[in-house]
């Protein structure tokens, strides 16, 4: 359609239906700079520092962290005090208290005259301090085993042991499982102690810990379920509003979850009633508006063609077909194709479609689609995008590329030509409605200034976006990118 065509490259001054003055023209250089100096602020902004890059950025994670780090840190401070103050002293005493009994048995020893009185003090060390003890004929000190780090046990017991003992002594808390074994030097001999491991630790730390850890899991396990629960309806309703963005209806959502989210769901539901009416009401304005124009236009063709031949007849019939290019034109932005239904296709049929049409009407244009392109669009709005872009580029360029793959999490279209190209300071203004680069007011010429403004509105309303770039061979390069 010849009204949804935009001039693209060739492009030689912008023009907006009059010359700009001095002053539009300063206030658009301090526009631009302005432009720069933010994108310039925005290229040279520090990275964010790494305890932020650390954090989770889901809301899931967040509050997760927010459980969890109170947690944790309850459980550091509870295990620091129940070391300091219960684990700490506990095993203190009770290794004063084997010092003690330690100390009596020796006295004992070294006082005992015979054998018999010996076996006396073997069996009282047995029957009232539950120490197994008997002397080594030897008069050295056997190694301990080897052990990578000390112990608050060994620690403690050395320190009582030191207390109340005057002679030397090794202990051994790592070769047996259940025992600690003491061996004391008499002189010509050595006395050796085995006492159980439980009179040195109370199974108050194992079961504190395991309480403790125990509980924190059940905690977390809970906290996981619930925010879950309160994160997936902020999940849906974003899922739904990127799905309403894009032309897809979505009967089934209702409003869920914690009231805040409730509330949002709302406030989404009559956003998109009221985004509804308004378009259904332009819609209608609008066949109102066409059916009005074409009326009078269709008379007056019907009373040229009465008139028979003639230059001045040519020539209005001429204006006559330029009116209903360009009311076309303005209706097919207006009405931005918002209420054709999005479908599920291969978009590398129908940029075939497009290519072949293309080369029906004379063009050269060459088509590489890499790989097949599920995608669900709308697929009148989609084509007459891409035949916008292709016409444009054929307009103003002898050779068109038309290239389609998978890039950045979705799919890029490229239309290359190898026309003369437009000014990077002015690839963005040609988006706008009705703005030409062409200076003149023929619509032959320089189109109505609505074709990129068409295809860049189609394109955004799938989710993705339309930008214009320097083609490798120097042309103009139409970049579309939409999402999956």
Not at 388 to 397: E, H, K, M, T
């Amino acid at each position: 359609m010849a009204s949804s065509q935009e001039s693209l490259s060739g492009r030689p001054e912008a023009e907006a239906g009059r010359e700009p003055d001095a002053g539009s023209e300063r206030d658009g250089d301090r526009l631009g700079e302005a432009t720069g100096l933010a994108a310039d602020l925005l290229t040279l902004r520090p990275p964010r520092p790494w305890p932020r890059r650390l954090l989770p950025r889901s809301l899931l994670g967040r509050s997760l962290l927010i459980v969890l780090l109170p947690l944790v840190l309850l459980q550091v401070v509870s295990s620091w005090i129940f070391y300091d103050r219960h684990y700490d002293q506990i095993t203190r005493r009770l290794s004063q208290y084997l010092a003690g009994d330690v100390a009596v048995v020796v006295e004992m020893v070294r006082e005992a005259e015979d054998e018999q009185q010996l076996e006396e003090v073997y069996e009282f060390a047995w029957r009232r301090f539950w120490l197994r003890v008997r002397l080594l004929d030897t008069d050295t000190l056997s190694q301990p085993g080897a052990q990578w780090f000390s112990t608050i046990l060994d620690e403690k017991l050395t320190d009582a042991l030191d207390e109340r003992l005057d002679r030397a002594f090794v202990i051994d808390t790592h070769s047996l499982p259940r025992d600690v074994w003491i061996e004391v030097d008499l002189g010509n001999n050595v006395l050796y102690v085995l006492v159980a491991r439980e009179r040195l630790f109370s199974e108050t730390s194992y079961i504190f810990i395991m309480w403790m850890v125990g509980t924190s899991i059940v905690l977390f396990v809970v906290a996981l379920l619930f925010m879950r629960n309160q994160v997936k309806p902020i999940r849906r309703l974003a899922q739904v509003a990127e799905l309403f963005g894009k032309g897809v209806e979505v009967s089934d959502f209702k409003p869920e979850g914690a009231t805040e989210v409730r509330q949002a769901s709302i406030a989404f539901l009559r956003m998109r009633e009221r985004i509804r009416r308004q378009i259904e009401q332009r819609t209608t304005m609008l066949a109102g508006v066409s059916h009005d124009l074409r009326t009078p236009l269709t008379r007056m063709k019907l009373e040229l063609a009465l008139l028979g031949e003639g230059d001045e007849v040519d020539a209005l019939k001429h204006d006559v077909g330029q009116m209903e290019r360009m009311i076309e034109g303005y209706l097919a932005f207006a009405r931005g194709e918002g209420t054709e239904q999005t479908r599920p296709l291969d978009l590398g049929d129908l940029l075939r479609q497009v290519a072949e049409q293309a080369r029906r009407e004379g063009g050269r244009i060459d088509l590489h689609v890499e790989e097949r392109l599920p995608a669900v669009l709308r697929r009148e709005a989609m084509r007459r995008c891409l035949a916008n872009l292709v016409n444009n580029a054929q307009r103003y360029g002898g050779e068109v590329t038309l290239t389609a793959g998978r890039r950045r999490e979705g799919i890029e279209i490229l239309v290359d030509d190898d026309g003369p190209g437009i000014p990077a300071e002015q690839r963005e203004q040609v988006f706008k409605p009705f703005f030409r680069l062409e200076r003149s007011r023929n619509p032959e010429t320089g189109g109505t200034g609505l074709g990129l403004t068409i295809a860049r509105d189609v394109v955004r309303s799938h989710g993705g976006d339309l930008t214009l770039d320097q083609a490798p061979g120097g042309g103009l390069r139409a970049r579309i990118w939409l999402p999956q």
